[in-house]
């Protein structure tokens, strides 16, 4: 058998031919637990891979939410703990240029 690579969605060969296959989206797909050879690109590790980025991205949506709407409406330069806090975690890729004071991309 030809060893391939999975890249989005499709098995990629060696002699550069595709075929498609949709990778499992978490562990809760059958092939997770039907996984029986443990190499890179498996079935399970991609289940595990993308079971992780769901969860990271619920995170940092949620820290987004959090951060816009306790920050959100404070002026520029304000001092409180909060934006403290936001400025020094440098967690500015969270928010986007549309909100106003704090919350505002700085070069931090």
């Given at each position: 058998?030809?060893?391939g690579?999975?890249?989005?969605?499709?098995?990629q060969?060696?002699?550069g031919?595709?075929?498609?296959?949709p990778?499992p989206p978490?562990?809760?797909?059958?092939?997770?637990?039907?996984?029986?050879?443990h190499?890179?690109?498996?079935?399970?590790?991609?289940?595990?891979?993308?079971?992780?980025?769901?969860?990271?991205?619920?995170?940092?949506?949620s820290?987004?939410e959090?951060?816009?709407?306790?920050?959100?409406?404070?002026?520029?330069?304000?001092?409180?703990?909060?934006?403290?806090?936001?400025?020094?975690?440098?967690l500015?890729?969270?928010?986007?240029d549309?909100?106003?004071?704090?919350m505002?991309?700085?070069?931090?």
């Amino acid at each position: 058998m030809t060893r391939g690579r999975t890249v989005h969605g499709y098995v990629q060969f060696r002699d550069g031919s595709r075929i498609p296959y949709p990778v499992p989206p978490n562990t809760f797909d059958p092939r997770y637990i039907a996984c029986t050879q443990h190499r890179v690109a498996c079935d399970c590790r991609e289940a595990e891979l993308a079971e992780d980025r769901a969860d990271l991205n619920a995170e940092l949506k949620s820290l987004r939410e959090v951060f816009r709407r306790v920050l959100g409406d404070h002026p520029n330069g304000c001092m409180c703990t909060g934006c403290q806090v936001f400025r020094e975690s440098r967690l500015h890729f969270l928010i986007d240029d549309t909100l106003p004071g704090p919350m505002e991309k700085t070069n931090v």
